[in-house]
């Protein structure tokens, strides 16, 4: 946006432009008050002498409040809404005044979301609404910042439209996102590793990259958006034990992979103390931030500990390149780099000992040596085995070198029992012809055991190839269903249970988006396992076809050529199979204003929705006519048109969930299944699920699953 600064009673002013700026910085328009004595308060402070902020000199310290002022002037055509950015503190309380008209609000990282109308990120954003220009009236803004966690608050004025801040945030999660997903993937590697061999390397390596992700997911305000809104301090706690409990893990971690204690002895004195050293502070700060929560004290700490990791680890590192340690290049070369772009960092936030820092490179060394740890943890782990290998193999030879002696020691033994067996049977011919009788007879049975051991491995194989052909069309099977990505962009909030009985389904759920419009589909095919996964893909086919090609939209124009499509591609009045499936349809065009307008079309199959703001569940019916096999002429799918408001929760679903039945043969019934429904439909769609599995798992206990089960659920917004 374009400025003007000019004064009005000596105050400076802001004038707010129509123009394509998405983001002001306001750090010349801003005037800023020290309140050593942490009693000024409003509208007391508006006869208090302020500075420019440019101006102000010193440092801000953790034991004064801050104030800040600001006069906004709109020259805007129409009212807009911004987000005031004003920076990072505990505790922010903030007065809009504009004319007679005062708007307080609450901002900050100590205050719960709940208080907070802005709510992403950890720091101060509050929104502003700027009147059109016809009102000439301006907007004066009051701040007061006070920081609780012993470190000064970072004042830093800056006004976003609505939708470059969504936007930064959207790019945030992006990367985040990504960031954080590639540590859970080598997390989840790393643990798999440890339960299959039982290396602690392996579970060292995985807290690490816990820890690692808890850090970043907290200090970049993720953690609080989707878990911890309501606990604000458990949130700054987070991050500082975390940190914390990483350095404790990649100690323990260089300790294990490198094998100090038996090539590098001094060095592994060095980082078994230094991991004691964690541990206390660990201790420590636990019990210091529960009772003073001075997160400052404790983070120059984390600095020091921290200068440890940096300086020491890359001699560390090479100490161990020197030893030629097989197997350590990698890991070393993760080491050494991370070390580097930490440093660097370091070397960027060690004088800032405010509340805010830039930790990019962390996370690009962080990424970067996850990775190369992964890889050497392999390496290391090919080694291993090629020494067990190697261990084997030579206690095969040896082994096969004693048997060997001992066979010859059993032959001579064997002869001079024959010699004397020679004897004997001159004196017993019967006994030796029962001998052979008996010979003849286990002959038999070992032949008959050759046989039956033949026919099992051929049964196996035969076992082995058809796991792998179902494996494969479970790949398949999945390859065709929606993507959750996919799913969150068309539906926003919902969730899924989606539990096959066998390892492929016969229930699919089918979603497009064609010229505007969305369609969503929920499938029961006839059958579950492979020949109900058959029918999925023909189904998921033929309604592809139908709606993308032949550019059908109707529901019921769609479910009546997906009747003759299956009747004829089955060949059903030749073969008189009675394959098909039961279905609902759903068209709505996304983007129309609200209430939206759906059409609905069920074959054999019901929608159920709850309007917001009450538990009544009702439920609209489709056509009684399936889609295959053979139908009543006299029955015909017809459209449905339907309007619901805002936040309306639809469910759609196949029959398994109410069919479930437990050890006693008794079903959960569409009637407890809409019980459920009704009571939980105000809640988040994911606490929703969370009653929904608890009653199918609690029902069910240890009877098998009756048939393929899917519920689908979405609020619309």
Same mark, same amino acid.
């Given at each position: 946006?374009?400025?003007?600064?000019?004064?009005?009673?000596?105050?400076?002013?802001?004038?707010?432009?129509?123009?394509?700026?998405?983001?002001?910085?306001?750090?010349?328009?801003?005037?800023?008050?020290?309140?050593?004595?942490?009693?000024?308060?409003?509208?007391?402070?508006?006869?208090?002498?302020?500075?420019?902020?440019?101006?102000?000199?010193?440092?801000?310290?953790?034991?004064?409040?801050?104030?800040?002022?600001?006069?906004?002037?709109?020259?805007?055509?129409?009212?807009?809404?911004?987000?005031?950015?004003?920076?990072?503190?505990?505790?922010?309380?903030?007065?809009?005044?504009?004319?007679?008209?005062?708007?307080?609000?609450?901002?900050?990282?100590?205050?719960?979301?709940?208080?907070?109308?802005?709510?992403?990120?950890?720091?101060?954003?509050?929104?502003?609404?700027?009147?059109?220009?016809?009102?000439?009236?301006?907007?004066?803004?009051?701040?007061?910042?006070?920081?609780?966690?012993?470190?000064?608050?970072?004042?830093?004025?800056?006004?976003?439209?609505?939708?470059?801040?969504?936007?930064?945030?959207?790019?945030?999660?992006?990367?985040?996102?990504?960031?954080?997903?590639?540590?859970? @993937?080598? *997390?989840?590697?790393?643990?798999?590793? #440890?339960? !299959?061999?039982?290396?602690?390397?392996? %579970?060292? &390596? /995985? $807290?690490?990259?816990?820890?690692?992700?808890?850090?970043?997911?907290?200090?970049?305000?993720?953690?609080?958006?989707?878990?911890?809104?309501?606990?604000?301090?458990?949130?700054?706690?987070?991050?500082?034990?975390?940190?914390?409990?990483?350095?404790?893990?990649?100690?323990?971690?260089?300790?294990?992979?490198?094998? @100090?204690? *038996?090539?590098?002895?001094?060095?592994? #004195?060095? !980082?078994?103390?230094?991991?004691?050293? %964690?541990? &206390? /502070? $660990?201790?420590?700060?636990?019990?210091?931030?529960?009772?003073?929560?001075?997160?400052?004290?404790?983070?120059?700490?984390?600095?020091?500990?921290?200068?440890?990791?940096?300086?020491?680890?890359?001699?560390?590192?090479?100490?161990?390149?020197?030893?030629?340690?097989?197997?350590?290049?990698?890991?070393?070369?993760?080491?050494?780099?991370?070390?580097?772009?930490?440093?660097?960092?370091?070397?960027?936030?060690?004088?800032?000992?405010?509340?805010?820092?830039?930790?990019?490179?962390?996370?690009?060394?962080?990424?970067?040596?996850?990775?190369?740890?992964?890889?050497?943890?392999?390496?290391?782990?090919?080694?291993?085995?090629?020494?067990?290998?190697?261990?084997?193999?030579?206690?095969?030879?040896?082994?096969?070198?004693?048997?060997?002696?001992?066979?010859?020691?059993?032959?001579?033994?064997?002869?001079?029992?024959?010699?004397?067996?020679?004897?004997?049977?001159?004196?017993?011919?019967?006994?030796?012809?029962?001998?052979?009788?008996?010979?003849?007879?286990?002959?038999?049975?070992?032949?008959?055991?050759?046989?039956?051991?033949?026919?099992?491995?051929?049964?196996?194989?035969?076992?082995?190839?058809?796991?792998?052909?179902?494996?494969?069309?479970?790949?398949?099977?999945?390859?065709?269903?929606?993507?959750?990505?996919?799913?969150?962009?068309?539906?926003?909030?919902?969730?899924?249970?989606?539990?096959?009985?066998?390892?492929?389904?016969?229930?699919?759920?089918?979603?497009?988006?064609?010229?505007?419009?969305?369609?969503?589909?929920?499938?029961?095919?006839?059958?579950?396992?492979?020949?109900?996964?058959?029918?999925?893909?023909?189904?998921?086919?033929?309604?592809?076809?139908?709606?993308?090609?032949?550019?059908?939209?109707?529901?019921?124009?769609?479910?009546?050529?997906?009747?003759?499509?299956?009747?004829?591609?089955?060949?059903?009045?030749?073969?008189?199979?009675?394959?098909?499936?039961?279905?609902?349809?759903?068209?709505?065009?996304?983007?129309?204003?609200?209430?939206?307008?759906?059409?609905?079309?069920?074959?054999?199959?019901?929608?159920?929705?709850?309007?917001?703001?009450?538990?009544?569940?009702?439920?609209?019916?489709?056509?009684?006519?399936?889609?295959?096999?053979?139908?009543?002429?006299?029955?015909?799918?017809?459209?449905?048109?339907?309007?619901?408001?805002?936040?309306?929760?639809?469910?759609?679903?196949?029959?398994?969930?109410?069919?479930?039945?437990?050890?006693?043969?008794?079903?959960?019934?569409?009637?407890?299944?809409?019980?459920?429904?009704?009571?939980?439909?105000?809640?988040?769609?994911?606490?929703?699920?969370?009653?929904?599995?608890?009653?199918?798992?609690?029902?069910?206990?240890?009877?098998?699953?009756?048939?393929?089960?899917?519920?689908?659920?979405?609020?619309?917004?």
């Amino acid at each position: 946006m374009i400025l003007v600064s000019f004064f009005c009673h000596a105050q400076r002013t802001y004038t707010v432009n129509n123009s394509s700026q998405a983001i002001q910085l306001l750090h010349n328009y801003l005037e800023i008050l020290e309140d050593t004595t942490n009693q000024l308060t409003y509208p007391e402070v508006q006869h208090k002498p302020f500075v420019l902020f440019n101006k102000f000199g010193a440092k801000t310290k953790a034991r004064y409040s801050y104030w800040g002022r600001i006069t906004l002037q709109s020259q805007l055509n129409q009212d807009q809404k911004f987000v005031f950015y004003l920076g990072s503190a505990n505790v922010g309380d903030v007065y809009i005044k504009t004319g007679s008209q005062l708007i307080k609000e609450k901002t900050g990282r100590l205050i719960p979301f709940s208080q907070k109308k802005i709510k992403q990120g950890r720091n101060a954003p509050v929104p502003v609404l700027l009147y059109k220009k016809a009102n000439k009236q301006p907007t004066t803004i009051y701040f007061r910042f006070k920081n609780l966690d012993d470190r000064p608050p970072l004042i830093d004025p800056k006004l976003y439209t609505v939708k470059a801040w969504y936007t930064k945030f959207k790019t945030r999660n992006l990367l985040l996102g990504g960031f954080n997903a590639l540590l859970w @993937t080598l *997390l989840l590697y790393q643990i798999s590793l #440890f339960f !299959l061999t039982k290396y602690r390397v392996y %579970l060292y &390596a /995985s $807290l690490y990259l816990f820890f690692t992700s808890i850090n970043n997911l907290s200090t970049s305000g993720i953690l609080p958006e989707f878990l911890l809104g309501e606990y604000p301090r458990i949130n700054e706690a987070t991050w500082l034990l975390a940190w914390t409990s990483l350095g404790i893990f990649h100690m323990a971690l260089c300790r294990s992979f490198a094998r @100090t204690y *038996l090539y590098l002895k001094t060095w592994d #004195f060095i !980082l078994k103390w230094f991991m004691r050293l %964690l541990v &206390a /502070s $660990l201790i420590v700060a636990s019990i210091g931030i529960a009772l003073t929560f001075r997160i400052g004290l404790f983070q120059q700490v984390n600095f020091v500990t921290g200068l440890f990791m940096i300086v020491f680890l890359p001699f560390f590192a090479v100490a161990v390149m020197l030893k030629k340690i097989k197997g350590t290049l990698l890991f070393n070369i993760g080491v050494i780099q991370t070390s580097v772009l930490i440093a660097i960092s370091y070397s960027r936030s060690i004088l800032n000992t405010t509340s805010i820092s830039d930790s990019r490179l962390d996370l690009i060394g962080v990424a970067i040596q996850g990775i190369l740890f992964t890889i050497a943890l392999a390496q290391r782990l090919k080694l291993v085995e090629e020494e067990k290998d190697a261990t084997q193999a030579s206690q095969a030879t040896l082994i096969a070198q004693q048997n060997e002696t001992l066979e010859t020691k059993v032959k001579e033994r064997t002869k001079e029992l024959e010699e004397k067996n020679e004897e004997i049977q001159i004196y017993h011919y019967g006994i030796v012809m029962q001998n052979e009788w008996l010979q003849s007879q286990q002959e038999e049975i070992k032949r008959q055991q050759e046989s039956l051991n033949q026919k099992n491995k051929y049964l196996l194989e035969q076992n082995r190839l058809i796991s792998q052909s179902i494996e494969v069309a479970q790949t398949i099977q999945s390859a065709i269903l929606p993507d959750t990505q996919f799913l969150e962009q068309v539906l926003g909030e919902y969730f899924m249970i989606y539990r096959p009985k066998d390892v492929v389904s016969g229930d699919f759920y089918w979603l497009q988006q064609a010229d505007s419009k969305v369609f969503l589909a929920i499938v029961d095919c006839t059958g579950h396992g492979v020949p109900g996964a058959f029918m999925s893909m023909i189904g998921n086919t033929l309604l592809s076809q139908i709606i993308q090609v032949q550019e059908v939209h109707s529901p019921a124009e769609i479910l009546n050529r997906l009747h003759k499509e299956i009747t004829t591609t089955l060949q059903q009045e030749e073969t008189h199979n009675i394959y098909g499936m039961e279905m609902v349809l759903l068209v709505w065009e996304p983007d129309t204003t609200l209430p939206k307008e759906f059409v609905f079309c069920g074959a054999k199959s019901h929608l159920m929705y709850v309007l917001p703001d009450t538990t009544e569940l009702r439920v609209i019916k489709g056509d009684r006519r399936g889609i295959g096999g053979y139908q009543p002429q006299n029955v015909f799918f017809s459209d449905q048109p339907l309007e619901f408001p805002n936040q309306t929760m639809i469910y759609l679903g196949s029959d398994g969930f109410k069919d479930q039945n437990d050890p006693q043969r008794k079903k959960i019934g569409q009637e407890k299944l809409e019980e459920v429904l009704s009571k939980t439909a105000h809640l988040p769609v994911k606490d929703q699920k969370q009653h929904l599995e608890h009653l199918l798992n609690t029902h069910q206990q240890s009877a098998l699953q009756r048939d393929d089960i899917m519920l689908l659920g979405f609020r619309i917004s």
